[in-house]
């Protein structure tokens, strides 16, 4: 079974940045999309950014050109660089796998906490 763990999330000022990790337990990482997605309180969990196997990204239009994805195949590691944080920004953020060609994100991490002070 894949395991994924998010580390990196923290306070961080309005308009500062922070960068979270994502670490994957799969000797097929080469071929596993991995996204971010994120859930606040009393709100649906949302689409983040996504880095493809095969190295395509895409971004929710709230990060586009704040917050840029990026992987290590070498480490097995997706991180999220994010900058400009704003106060809507805060939220648990997850890091989600699926393996090449699956259309449904089927693996999750725990979530790393992200609360952003104004």
């Known amino acids: 079974q894949v395991q994924l763990g998010e580390s990196g999330g923290g306070l961080v000022l309005a308009g500062g940045s922070l960068t979270l990790s994502c670490t994957v337990s799969n000797r097929a990482f080469s071929r596993y999309t991995v996204g971010w997605f994120r859930q606040a309180p009393g709100m649906e969990r949302e689409f983040v950014a996504q880095a493809t196997w095969m190295g395509g990204t895409s971004y929710a239009e709230s990060v586009k050109g704040r917050f840029t994805i990026s992987r290590d195949d070498a480490k097995s590691t997706v991180y999220l660089q994010m900058t400009r944080v704003r106060p809507d920004d805060a939220a648990i953020y997850f890091c989600?796998?699926?393996?090449?060609?699956?259309?449904?994100?089927?693996?999750w991490g725990q979530g790393t906490q992200v609360t952003v002070s104004s």
């Open positions: 989600a796998g699926k393996r090449a060609f699956s259309s449904d994100y089927s693996d």
